[in-house]
């Protein structure tokens, strides 16, 4: 599982027909210290996320289908639930702005 | 799934059975503020897009999926097309 | 899936049980505007590519979905020969009549 940041919403009239009625959004994903990590994936939502929450989502397609209980869907990205906060062990031997851990809210 | 926007067509008549009749396109992926990210790919469609717009498509295994014959090597496909992304704080 | 040019073959005589049998193409991927990366892929060949052929390969576990290539240890294999791509409109690669090699 992926740490993210919902950055938007997707809307789309003409998708596959497994995605009718599913909720799309804009997800960054971040490393723990939320740097984003690569380019913004979409992902479906079961926790009715919004823009500028952070979620843990899953990107890998079994599991993606297995959540969805959608045999054969066509889906990877899926957000799986919020994060309250990160705490990471803070190494007292780096210094700078990687060892300052925001707070998610 | 990623954000992408069609740019190109690709025909190649030689290829695998499954994917006979399927349309391939140049997509080259977005970031989040609309600028192209990284190198463009090739992708099945399964949505009737063309040129110019702005879809979401998938890619790994699951790019098999949605197309007529699931059993291909399909590694990137087209599943939707986009009408707006919203970008913002609520 | 990616576009790529078929730059030579790989030859093994003591490999794996499951790959007996599958040709080998060394791949190296170009991009959209007909330019070489510095990039390669071996990959398993089911539509008969040969070197010097443009073609359009695909990687990781959908690449077990062919007849050749089922259950077998693969993440690579060339999928088409390409005749033509376009972008923008504009006819970037002809099999016919592109004969220059991509720089």
Redesign the interface.
Known sequence: MKIGTVIGTVVATLKHEGFVGRKLLLVLPEDPYGKKTESPVIAVDTVCAGTGDKILFIDEGNSARQVLDWTDGCVRAVIVGFIDSVDLYKNPKSQGSKSQIPNPK | ???GRV??????????E??TGVK?L?V?????EGKP????????D????G?GETV?Y?????????LPE????????I???????????? | MQLGMVVGTVVSTRKSENLQGLKLLIVQQLTHTYKPLANYVIAVDVVQAGTGDVVLYSEGSSCRQTAPTDKRPVDGVVMAVVDTWEVGGKEIYNKSKTDSAPL
């Open positions: 799934m990623k954000v740019i190109g067509t690709v025909v190649a008549s030689k290829k695998v499954s994917l391939l140049l080259q992926p977005l970031d989040e990210s990284g190198e463009p790919v090739v992708a099945c399964s949505q009737q897009s040129p979401f998938i890619g790994g295994r699951e790019a098999s999926l949605p699931p059993f291909n090597p399909a590694d990137a496909t599943t939707g097309i986009i009408d707006t992304i919203a970008i913002g704080v609520k």
